[in-house]
C-alpha cells in the first residue's frame, strides 16, 4: 500500500476530528450527516476513507429520507458497501423513524389537531410503498395511550377491521380513537372505502361509547383529515 493510501484512513487522523471520538466528546448533534454515516459505514476501501465514502452517499442521495427507500441495487456503484454495510445504515434509519412514535406514546403526548398527529406519523407514512393503518388511542384527556398498525396492505388498499379496533379500544380503556393511513400514490383524496369505513367505524363508535375523532390520510407532505372537513 502506498504512503497516500496510508494517510486516507480516520486512524490516522487527529483524535478531536475522527467521527466516533467526536460523537463521545461532543455528541451526536455535533456531527455531521456525513460524519454520522462513516460511523455506520466502519470502513472505507483503498485510497478512500469511510468519510470519504459517506459524502460520496450523501451527495447521491441527498437526505437520509431519500435513502431509507432506495432499491438495494442503487447501492452497488458505490465499492465497499455491499449488503451487510446497507442493512445497517437501513436499519438505524428504520429505528430513528420508529423512535418519533414510541416517544408520542411513552410521552402520552396531547392530541389538539390533526396537524399534531400528521407531525408524529407523516415521516414514517409518506414514502412508503404501501398501505398501512395505524389508531391512536387516545385517553380522556386526549393523550396517547398508544399507537398500533390494524392493517397493512397492498399499494392501494389496506382494510381495518372494525370489530377489533373498537375491541383493542375497550382493552386499552381508551376513550377515543385517531385513525391514519397513507396513500402511496399521494392522492390524499379519500376513496369510497375510505368514507364507507369511516362512517361505519364512526357509528360503531358511538354504540361502544369510543369517539372516533379523526380520521387521516398521509400523503407525500400533504395529508387529508376527516375531521378539519367536517365530515366527523
Known sequence: MSKKSKLTGIKTWPAADRPREKLLKKGARALTNSELLAILLRTGTKGSSAIDLARKIMKKFGTFRNMLH??????????GVGNAKVAHIQSA??????????EASTGKQKISTA????????????DLKT???????????????DITDAAIGTVNHAMPIVREIIHSAL???????????????????PSTQD?????????????????????????????????DEGIL
Open 70 to 79: 432506495v432499491d438495494v441495487r442503487d447501492w452497488k456503484e458505490f465499492k
Open 131 to 145: 398501505e398501512v393503518f395505524k389508531v391512536l388511542y387516545l385517553n380522556s384527556n386526549n393523550r396517547i395511550i
Open 115 to 126: 396537524k399534531d398527529i400528521v407531525d408524529i406519523l407523516l415521516p414514517q407514512l409518506r
Open 93 to 102: 434509519l428504520e429505528i430513528g423513524r420508529r423512535f418519533r412514535e414510541d
Open 195 to 227: 368514507k364507507k369505513f369511516t362512517k361505519e367505524l364512526n357509528d360503531a363508535g358511538k354504540l361502544m361509547e369510543i369517539k372516533l375523532i379523526d380520521h387521516i390520510i398521509i400523503g407525500d407532505d400533504k395529508y387529508y383529515s376527516f375531521s
Open 171 to 189: 382493552q386499552k380503556f381508551a376513550v377515543s380513537i385517531v385513525c391514519v393511513h397513507n396513500h402511496p400514490s399521494a392522492n390524499i383524496t
